[in-house]
C-alpha cells in the first residue's frame, strides 16, 4: 500500500492551490473579451382563446322529434366558422337518418323565424360519425341555435351526440397585422 | 568544577613567564581535556584581536564606499503618458410610431405586430459588425419556452432603406433581412442579426428597423375546451436586448 506521506500531502494541496488560482484568474479575462453596448426594451403580449360550447351534446331520439342545440362562442376572439362532430349510434332494428339545421335566433315551435333555417351539412346515417362544417360567423359571446331533425322509424333509442370544434387560425378571425 | 580549573590562564594573574602545561582532570564527566598555554599567547591573541577589529574597520570603510559607488551609479528616467478609454453605448429609439410596447389585443396564431426602433452607437467606439438580439420572456410559459413544439411567439427583424410606411407597415425602399422568424424560445440565448454593419463612433446607426413579433401555431378546441397543453390564453412580458460588440482591438506604433 502506497502511504502518501505529509510532504507529498503538501506538495498535492500546493498544485491544486495553484490550479485553483490559475483557473479563477483566467476565468474572468476569458470573459472579459471586451466592451459591449446593450439596450433593452420590454413588450407585453397575451394570447387569445378560442372555443365553442354546445348547450347540449348528446340527444336520445325515440321518435321524429326535432332536438335543439345551442353553440354559443366561449372563446375570447370572433369566429368565422365552426365544426360539429356528429356521432350517431345504430339501433338494433331500423336505421333512422338525421339532419342539422343552424338558425341565428332561438328555433320556435320546430321553426326558425318561420322558416326552415339553414342546413349544416348533409344527412347523417345512422351508426356514423361526420364532422360538419358552418361558416357563421360568431362574435365572442354569440350563439347560434342548432336543431337536429331525425327521419325515419324508432324501434329503439338511438342516440346523437354533437360536438363543436374550433380549430384556429383557419377558423377564427383573420390575421391581425398591427404597426406601432 | 570552577573556572580555575577550566581556565587556569585567565584565573592566575602570577602566572610563570615559562610555558607550563596543566592537566585538568573533569572529574564530573571523566573526559580529559588537556590545555596548553604559553606566555606569550596572550600578547599573540591581544594583536590578533586587534588586527581584527582594524580589518573589520576596514572592510566596512570599503563597503561603504562601494556602497557609495553603486548609488551614484544608478540612474531614473521617466516619460509620460496620457491614456483615455472609449465607451460603447448603444441607444434605441422609435424609427416611426411608438417603438415597443404594449400589444393591447389578444394574439391569435397568424397575428403579427409590427414595431419601428433605430439603433444607435453613441459611444466614442466604433462597434464591431453584427449585433445580438435576446428575447426572454416573463414569466416563461408555452409562449416562450418550447414546451409545445412549432407553437409559440416568433420574432423576426427586417431593415428598410427608408423609414417604413406605419399604416402598411410596408417599405418603400428595399429591405435588409436582419433575422428570419424565429422561436422566442431560441432567442433567450440570443441570435445573431445577418447583414449589420460596424457602427461608425458616437454617428453610426442601425436605422428603420422592423422588429415583428407573431404567434405560430394550429390548435383546436373540443367544446370550448382547449387542448391540456396550449398557447392559448397565456400572457408574457417580453424583454428584447439588442448588444453590440466593440470593434477589434487596435495596435497603435508610435
Redesign the interface.
Known sequence: MKCITRSTASRTAATAAVLLLGVATLAPIAGA??????????????????????SV?SMNFNTNTAQTSNVTN????PLTAQSYVVTVTRPFLFVPTFQVFECAVPWVGGTCSGGAGTQVGGTLDSGTTTTITTTTALAVGATEYLQIEPAGVFLFTTTVTI????????Q??A?????? | MSPQELHPQIAAPAAPAVPIHTHIEASETNKENEVSSHSHTAKKERRYGKIAVAGLLTTSVGLLAAAGVYAGLSATATGAESVTS???????SPDV???????T?????????????N?N?T?T?A?AAGLNLTVAGAPANA?TNGSIAGEG?TVAATQCSVA?T????TCAGSTTTLLAPTQVSLASAGLALSNVPALAAATGQLAHVQVS?G?A??????????PAST????????????????RT?VSTNQ
Open positions: 473579451a471586451g466592451l459591449a453596448g446593450r439596450a433593452s426594451r420590454t413588450e407585453s403580449v397575451s394570447t387569445a382563446s378560442w372555443g365553442a360550447t354546445a351534446t366561449t372563446g375570447t376572439i360536438s363543436p370544434e374550433v380549430t384556429a387560425p383557419s377564427v378571425r390575421a391581425i397585422k398591427t404597426n406601432q | 472609449g465607451t460603447l453605448n448603444l441607444t434605441l410610431g411608438a417603438g415597443f410596447s404594449n400589444f389585443g389578444k394574439m391569435a396564431p397568424g397575428d403579427t405586430d409590427n414595431v419601428y426602433v439603433l452607437n459611444g467606439l462597434s409562449l411567439l417604413w406605419l399604416a402598411t407597415g413579433l404567434l401555431g394550429t390548435e383546436t378546441s373540443v367544446n370550448g375546451v382547449a398557447i392559448q390564453g397565456l400572457s408574457t412580458t417580453l424583454t428584447y436586448t439588442f448588444t453590440e460588440q466593440q482591438g
